[in-house]
Nanobody
Framework: QVQLVESGGGLVQAGGSLRLSCAAS????????MNWYRQAPGKERELVAS????????SYADAVKGRFAISRDNAKNTVYLQMNSLNLKDTAMYYC????????WGRGTQVTVSS
């Protein structure tokens, strides 16, 4: 059974940093691209960052380019999202997602940025 477990969220001040982790199991992690999404209250869920199966290619939403970095460690079945220079607009629930089948999701980790 596919399982994704996010961690690392919390409350940070604007300008601060957080590193999110997503531990994966139940599938061949190294065969799949991984994604981070986020959803703020009252807004649509949006794709934040993606990384290819071996980590060679990454992509980012315009809102986070230059501030966030996605990476993965296939030996640990874990994908990360380093978030720097956080601002209030980054406040959201962050979700880890695989591209396997119709898509598998974690339950999310909350990131709250305060002023």
């Amino acid at each position: 059974q596919v399982q994704l477990v996010e961690s690392g969220g919390g409350l940070v001040q604007a300008g601060g940093s957080l590193r999110l982790s997503c531990a994966a199991s139940g599938f061949t992690f190294s065969d799949y691209a991984m994604n981070w999404y986020r959803q703020a209250p009252g807004k649509e869920r949006e794709l934040v960052a993606s990384i290819s199966s071996v980590g060679g290619d990454t992509s980012y939403a315009d809102a986070v380019k230059g501030r966030f970095a996605i990476s993965r460690d296939n030996a640990k079945n874990t994908v990360y999202l380093q978030m720097n220079s956080l601002n209030l607009k980054d406040t959201a629930m962050y979700y880890c997602k695989t591209n396997v089948g119709s898509g598998s999701w974690g339950r999310g980790t909350q990131v709250t940025v305060s002023s």
